[in-house]
């Protein structure tokens, strides 16, 4: 059964605090993600990447980071938080583009920033 | 605007009847997923597609490259049914979903 796992599912966080959301795939998938996702935007593409040491920028890139230390772990990096940022973060996991193969999603990370 | 739009946004349906969703792209796409975001906010996939037909139970979409959309057909709707419905493109760019409600 693939497996994504998303770490902390909820997190309060102070504004200019850093706040790392971690996720690991037990897929062996080369590609990891990350979305946020609000109300009215659906999901929207933040980082991605195809492999350990690569990192991407996405659709929405500016206040985030991330990190692809092993292909199993995947790291979004908040490194001074905004309320704007509140939200509601998922991590994916892919196999190649065109390949048949589909996302498999966390639970999902909520972080609320006050 | 959106690359991936979606339609209708919201919708209700009497339990058993059909329905269907769409998703046109304003950008080039190889391939479409539709998911599945239940009440409870999980993820859940339900087809990744190339140009073509593919069917699950009640479920059954459908792909046009050339034309830029998807659709999502929903047949004889079940309560479990409910919920939002995103379609995504490579590089897995999402549609704004469409929030489905089952009533009884």
């Known amino acids: 059964e693939a497996a994504v796992t998303q770490s902390p599912r909820n997190k309060v966080a102070v504004t200019g605090g850093k706040v790392t959301l971690s996720c690991n795939q037990t897929?062996?998938?080369?590609?990891m993600y990350w979305y946020r996702q609000d109300t009215g935007h659906g999901l929207r593409l933040i980082h991605y990447?195809?492999?350990?040491?690569?990192?991407e920028k996405g659709d929405i890139p500016d206040g985030y980071k991330a990190s692809r230390p092993s292909q199993e772990n995947f790291s979004l990096i908040l490194e001074l938080a905004t309320p704007s940022q509140t939200s509601v973060y998922f991590c994916?996991?892919?196999?190649?583009?065109?390949?048949?193969?589909?996302?498999?999603f966390g639970e999902g990370s909520r972080l609320i920033v006050v | 605007g959106d690359k991936v739009k979606q339609s209708p946004s919201a919708l209700s349906l009497q339990e058993g009847t059909n329905s269907a969703l769409r998703c046109n792209f304003s950008?080039?796409?190889?391939?479409v997923q539709w998911f599945l975001q239940n009440p409870r906010g999980s993820l859940i996939n339900l087809f990744y597609?190339?140009?073509g037909t593919k069917e699950n139970g009640r479920l059954k979409s459908a792909f046009d490259s050339k034309e830029s959309y998807s659709t999502l057909h929903i047949r004889d709707a079940q309560l479990e049914d409910s919920g939002t419905y995103f379609c995504a493109v490579p590089k897995v760019v999402f549609g704004t979903g469409t929030r489905l409600q089952v009533l009884p």
């Open positions: 897929n062996n998938h080369n590609n």
């Open positions: 994916a996991s892919g196999a190649e583009q065109n390949s048949g193969n589909t996302l498999y």
């Open positions: 597609l190339v140009p």
């Open positions: 950008i080039a796409a190889t391939t």
């Open positions: 990447s195809y492999g350990a040491g690569s990192t």
